[in-house]
């Protein structure tokens, strides 16, 4: 194979690697690093490779695999409540993923798979191979493979759909109410089995728990707007992180990213904030 049709065959497969890649880690800036060993792997493969595209994607599950496994301590050790680094696009385009497949309820329920059974999963259910493909991408036996894909993580895909316009409105609505120091206004914005998960990375202050219910997400707001008259400071620019209605907060200290799951009635089910500077670099991007 030559240079050029080399690079054409990887440039084909990048998007889709790093997609998987992003499932697999949670993390944008990792999700690159794969992607790039996948290319430093690929300029050495020989030219015998006869279909280029499974062949990347079974180097890239097995990278992924790898650093997840490697990962395992540094993750246990994590400060707080952990979030998958936020994947941010702009409001105004069309988005490129489907919002229930990088969905951050999505990913957390992933993370309660292993590895492999992760892989397996994203392989299987959200790529479309079939099982045989998956086993042999991932060297197991299909047997196996079928027997680690039974899970119940479609269950965290979103039950509920808005629309850009009511993305907006909700967005604006939280915002507003936040800035004025309204914690009435936030508190019937919240479903009664609400959550807030924030994830600080032991960085910059966030709440070291999961909060639930909305008496105790207002009760953090009341403390943020007692020490500052409104918890929420600095310029919010509305985007989609990871198929949510959004926001980014510059202030003093940093970006910071609300995302907001919507919930029936209009009500929200979860918020996810990001405070962790090591999984805001991006931003900049």
């Not at 992924?64 to 409001?91: H, N, S, V």
């Not at 907006?168 to 807030?196: H, P, Q, T, Y």
């Not at 620019?237 to 907060?249: D, K, Q, S």
């Amino acid at each position: 194979m030559i240079a050029d049709d080399r690079t054409e065959a990887f440039e084909a497969q990048r998007p889709r690697l790093r997609r998987l890649a992003y499932r697999m880690l949670g993390s944008v800036a990792e999700a690159e690093d794969v992607v790039q060993d996948a290319w430093l792997r690929w300029t050495r493969a020989g030219d015998d490779v006869a279909d280029p595209a499974a062949w990347l994607v079974r180097v890239a599950s097995r990278l992924c695999i790898d650093r997840m496994r490697a990962a395992k301590t540094q993750r246990e050790a994590y400060r707080g409540p952990w979030l998958p680094e936020p994947l941010i696009e702009e409001m105004s385009v069309d988005p490129v993923e489907r919002a229930e497949d990088v969905s951050v309820a999505f990913l957390l329920a992933l993370e309660r798979l292993s590895p492999l059974e992760r892989a397996v999963f994203l392989l299987h259910d959200v790529f479309d191979e079939d099982y045989a493909d998956v086993a042999e991408t991932l060297g197991r036996n299909e047997a196996a493979v079928r027997h680690r894909a039974r899970t119940h993580v479609q269950d965290a895909r979103p039950r509920f759909k808005v629309s850009p316009e009511d993305a907006e409105r909700l967005i604006n609505a939280f915002a507003a109410a936040a800035m004025r120091g309204d914690l009435g206004a936030l508190s019937g914005m919240l479903a009664k089995d609400a959550v807030m998960i924030t994830d600080g990375g032991g960085k910059r202050p966030a709440a070291m728990r999961k909060l639930c219910g909305p008496e105790d997400i207002v009760g953090l707001f009341q403390g943020l707007a007692w020490r500052h008259e409104t918890f929420l400071r600095g310029p919010v620019r509305p985007v989609r992180i990871n198929g949510y209605p959004g926001f980014v907060l510059t202030d003093e200290d940093g970006p910071t990213t609300f995302a907001f799951q919507p919930g029936e009635g209009g009500t929200l089910e979860a918020i996810y904030v990001m405070r962790n500077p090591d999984k805001l670099g991006h931003l900049g991007a």
